[in-house]
């Protein structure tokens, strides 16, 4: 009885000093703590068959061998015939023996290039476990997806599984300097070393690839939409081909972004006229040397005549035409140019709401077949909470590809944990109305609904070079949920919450219930205490940390708080009704009723669309006032709760991954309360009415508050 005492202490001692640096991610292939699961996958697995040596088929070996040594503490043998029960056989369906491709013909039809078939068959007599697909990569996320049912202790015996994307590019958007500066970035440098590059081969690129493919993402931009020229220049597009080498092994495709007037900065032209057939010879030149060096190029990224950057209007060119010379440019080798439709500009009087919608819309049915429009999922600029973007369903005979940002630039950068899954999925989901009801937003990407056959979704990418990759080690999970829903946007925001903190912290259940409770409120939470009621962009000038809704003073309008939410002794808010800006018009006639109505607008996204009196009652009974100091109240008491159910998960969790959170949620707190004081100082000044007396008071004045300034901020 005491030994057994003492042998517990110590393994609760041993597993509190276990300490993690995040930097394994999701797969860290740690030994099956459920002894009975454990007992059933050794049995299931004996031994490693693979048909081919394709650099892509032995990484999926390497891939199991490392995982299950790590899973099961066995070294499973590889073998070249099944011979014994458990045999798993990794194989492109091309090497299949025709019979046994003949019983899957069916599955494989459905599993499409990417789509792989995990099945337990007889196989020579013998009970085995066939991962396949119909190309090798297939096979590899095969293998992956194998592996999270390992990870996540599910059963293996008869299992019978097809799973294929739902959409066609899930790329990474890296918006990385060749500085190495992250615009946008909370977690250190850009992991692309680029003055080490072509020679060295960082071990961090072969895992940055290893954790792309285990969630499908198959594409990454490398580069930074403000787009610098020199990263198509002899010398770096070798580096860009040393990555892509290691890439292409794990079904990544390499892309670039395409500065404007890179034939003029680097070619040394007068112009960069997308009409001029010098400039036309100068992209189609520039072309072919990349894809001398990079065969699978993928293609151009592009931002452009938007916040200072260089595009066709400096030509009296439209947005088609520049899209299209670099489409064809690309074409002859099946690359695609995806064009940005984020653009506003302070020459434009109207909503910034509108512009996007006012400047493509006309230019719908003018691309070439291989552009893609690549438009955020709302209209202003990544917001907490932002109804979805007008041009999605807008623009029928153009394939438009999502563009979600991972990284927090404006959900608590480096220092909240926000769960951004809800966020996608919420956009995901909404309603266009486009083609009558159902006409969701997925839909609307996934081309189904005016059948393009090019689509896709591209995330922001959160990555640095911070031993854990993305900072605050709750944000791999959304790296992990980008790549999720672009295989499959049907994956509910529970599932794979849970299924990344099974592999990422624990299995326990009590755990899961607990951390996943935190992840799934984090987003609201979020919302409540920084803009609630559709409140958006009052954040700090230009590094968008904190709140600074006072901000007046800056040169364009829309680039001010002020200009966002138009607080004055009256109310608060943006009228993009038909009284107002009439932004709400570019949304179908369904759509919009969700919102047009003050009365019945739903109340998350009230503000957004409507200028509210102070006094006006909300569903609640509160008035407006009231209701947006219970928010931001409720909001930082929630974080309280979340530090409070994070305490109580210690024992789940080593010790160095737990204490980072613990001390982060204390930083989140802190960050809270101070949105929810200096907003509510700050529209106490319009408002002219007491915070209610049952709320715990303001210690500090709106002046400290505006006097904070943070120079260093990161990403800026
Ligand atoms: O959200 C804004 C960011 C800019 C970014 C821009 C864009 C890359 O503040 O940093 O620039 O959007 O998406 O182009």
């Not at 613990?662 to 707190?669: A, D, E, P, S």
Request: net charge positive; proline share 5%.
């Amino acid at each position: 009885m005491k030994k057994t005492v003492f042998t517990l202490l110590v393994v609760l001692a041993a597993s509190r000093l276990w300490a993690e640096d995040g930097y394994d991610l999701w797969l860290r292939y740690k030994p099956i703590e459920n002894k009975t699961r454990l007992a059933s996958y050794r049995q299931l697995m004996t031994a490693i068959q693979v048909n081919g040596n394709t650099a892509t088929l032995q990484a999926a070996k390497e891939e199991l061998l490392l995982a299950l040594k790590g899973l099961t503490g066995y070294t499973i043998p590889v073998t070249t015939i099944t011979t014994k029960n458990g045999t798993i056989l990794l194989s492109n369906s091309s090497s299949l023996p025709g019979s046994l491709r003949s019983l899957i013909q069916k599955d494989l039809d459905k599993a499409g290039t990417e789509g792989f078939l995990i099945s337990s068959q007889k196989i020579n007599g013998k009970n085995s476990l066939l991962i396949t697909g119909n190309s090798d990569v297939a096979v590899l996320y095969g293998v992956f997806h194998f592996l999270r049912l390992l990870q996540t202790e599910q059963p293996i015996n008869s299992i019978h599984i097809v799973s294929s994307p739902r959409l066609k590019l899930r790329l990474l958007n890296h918006w990385d300097n060749l500085t190495r500066t992250v615009e946008r970035g909370y977690a250190g440098f850009s992991i692309w070393n680029w003055h080490t590059l072509p020679g060295y081969i960082d071990k961090r690129y072969v895992d940055y690839a290893r954790a792309n493919a285990s969630i499908g993402i198959n594409g990454t931009v490398l580069t930074n939409v403000n787009a610098n020229a020199v990263i198509l220049s002899a010398d770096y597009l070798k580096k860009v081909a040393a990555l892509a080498n290691v890439f292409r092994t794990y079904g990544i495709k390499v892309y670039l972004t395409a500065r404007f007037s890179a034939p003029v900065e680097t070619g040394g032209l007068k112009t960069a006229d997308p009409l001029d057939p010098a400039v036309q010879q100068w992209w189609n030149t520039k072309v072919k040397e990349i894809y001398q060096l990079i065969p699978d190029f993928g293609g151009f990224l592009v931002k452009a005549n938007s916040e200072g950057q260089p595009g066709p209007q400096d030509y009296k060119r439209t947005h088609a035409d520049g899209a299209n010379m670099l489409a064809d440019a690309v074409a002859p080798y099946n690359g695609i140019i995806m064009w940005r439709a984020f653009v506003y500009s302070a020459e434009v009087p109207d909503d910034r709401h509108k512009q996007a919608y006012n400047e493509f819309v006309p230019l719908d049915g003018k691309f070439r077949s291989n552009v893609m429009v690549q438009v955020k999922n709302g209209a202003i600029d990544f917001m907490p909470r932002e109804p979805f973007h007008p041009l999605f369903g807008a623009m029928p005979k153009t394939p438009l590809m999502m563009e979600f940002q991972v990284t927090q630039e404006y959900l608590g950068q480096g220092t909240n944990l926000v769960y951004l899954a809800p966020l996608f999925k919420e956009v995901l989901q909404s309603d266009t109305y486009y083609k009558g009801k159902g006409s969701t937003v997925a839909k609307v990407i996934d081309g189904s609904l005016d059948h393009h056959s090019l689509n896709g979704m591209a995330g922001v990418a959160n990555i640095g070079t911070d031993i854990n990759w993305c900072g605050h080690p709750f944000a791999q999970a959304n790296w992990y949920a980008i790549g999720r829903l672009s295989w499959d946007y049907n994956l509910s925001s529970e599932q794979i919450a849970e299924e990344w903190l099974r592999m990422t912290y624990s299995n326990k259940g009590s755990f899961l219930a607990n951390a996943s409770k935190i992840m799934l409120q984090s987003r609201d939470i979020m919302v409540q205490y920084s803009n609630p009621i559709g409140l958006h962009h009052i954040m700090g000038t230009g590094h968008h940390y904190g709140p600074a809704p006072w901000v007046n003073n800056l040169n364009r309008p829309e680039w001010n708080p002020v200009y966002y939410h138009k607080a004055d002794s009256i109310g608060i808010g943006f009228n993009r009704t038909g009284s107002g800006s009439s932004a709400i018009a570019q949304y179908f006639p369904e759509a919009r009723k969700l919102w047009e109505d003050i009365n019945t607008c739903e109340e998350k996204n009230l503000l957004w669309f409507h200028h509210v009196p102070w006094d006006f009652t909300m569903k609640s009974g509160r008035t407006l006032w009231e209701e947006l100091c219970y928010h931001y109240y409720t909001g930082a008491e929630k974080v309280k709760q979340m530090q409070q159910t994070w305490k109580g998960l210690h024992s789940f969790v080593d010790k160095d991954r737990f204490e980072q959170v613990r001390q982060l949620l204390t930083v989140q707190y802190d960050e809270a309360v101070w949105w929810r004081n200096a907003c509510l100082l700050y529209f106490q000044t319009f408002s002219k009415k007491p915070i209610p007396a049952v709320y715990e008071q303001p210690d500090k004045t709106l002046e400290y508050y505006k006097k904070l300034r943070f120079l260093y901020a990161p990403g800026n």
